[in-house]
């Protein structure tokens, strides 16, 4: 089976740093990623770890533990337009064809003034 | 157009009618996929379409729910005697290849409601 963990819920004030950790377990991985979305809005890809280790872009980060099948998005310097849902979301293999994107159900982000 | 386009974006209809959204993705996107959404809750997958052929179709929830992609374009899911649990966000994303970045490109979404 499949499935994903993450807070269903953070909130942090303006300029604040905040961190939502996700934990997985899958049948088979390639990767990690990580999806903003706002209310009523489509989902829009930040970021993917395929390797162990950080990846910075720009205000935001993620970080992969395979070992531990764990990732966390990192978001730093807060600003009200970032209160949104944050998914993360593994990558699977599907036999001799890719992959797919397994989503967890989300952590709604409220940054407050 | 320049990103995925789904239509209808609102598609209201009553238990037991057929109902058919479209989706027509980034020009030149082998993949396609489509998910659903409830409220709350995170993009479930349905089915994964690598070119013409569905390369996987273990989310669709029964034998109701069929997609087709006949030119490797655009997509159209299909939902046969619908019923109130049906009603969701039904998401539509492609990718240049499958996916190899982890970055898909998501529409709008077309938001289906069955009375």
């Known amino acids: 089976g499949q499935s994903l963990e993450q807070p269903s819920e953070v909130t942090a004030v303006e300029g604040a740093i905040v961190q939502i950790n996700c934990t997985y377990q899958?049948?088979?991985?390639?990767?990690l990623s990580w999806y903003q979305q706002h209310d009523g809005g489509a989902p829009t890809f930040l970021s993917y770890?395929?390797?162990?280790g950080l990846e910075e872009t720009g205000r935001f980060s993620s970080f992969l533990s395979r070992s531990d099948s764990y990732g966390y998005l990192l978001l730093q310097e807060l600003q009200m337009k970032d209160s949104a849902s944050y998914f993360c979301?593994?990558?699977?293999?599907?036999?001799?064809?890719?992959?797919?994107?397994?989503f967890g159900q989300g952590t709604e982000l409220s940054v407050k003034p | 157009g320049a990103g995925v386009s789904q239509t209808p974006s609102n598609k209201v209809t009553e238990k037991g009618k057929y109902v058919e959204l479209r989706c027509d993705p980034i020009?030149?996107?082998?993949?396609l996929y489509w998910y659903r959404q409830s409220l709350g809750q995170g993009p479930e997958f349905l089915i994964y379409?690598?070119?013409?052929?569905?390369?996987?179709d273990s989310g669709l929830p029964n034998d109701r729910f069929f997609a087709v992609r006949p030119e490797g374009s655009v997509s159209t899911l299909k939902i046969q005697r619908t019923e109130r649990g049906d009603s969701a966000v039904y998401l539509c994303?492609?990718?240049?290849?499958?996916?190899?970045?982890?970055?898909?490109?998501f529409g709008e979404g077309s938001r289906l409601t069955v009375l």
């Open positions: 994303a492609s990718s240049p290849t499958w996916a190899g970045t982890g970055e898909l490109f």
């Open positions: 899958t049948s088979g991985f390639y990767g």
């Open positions: 770890n395929a390797l162990d």
């Open positions: 979301a593994v990558r699977v293999p599907i036999y001799n064809q890719g992959g797919k994107l397994i």
């Open positions: 020009s030149g996107h082998t993949a």
């Open positions: 379409f690598q070119g013409t052929g569905a390369a996987d």
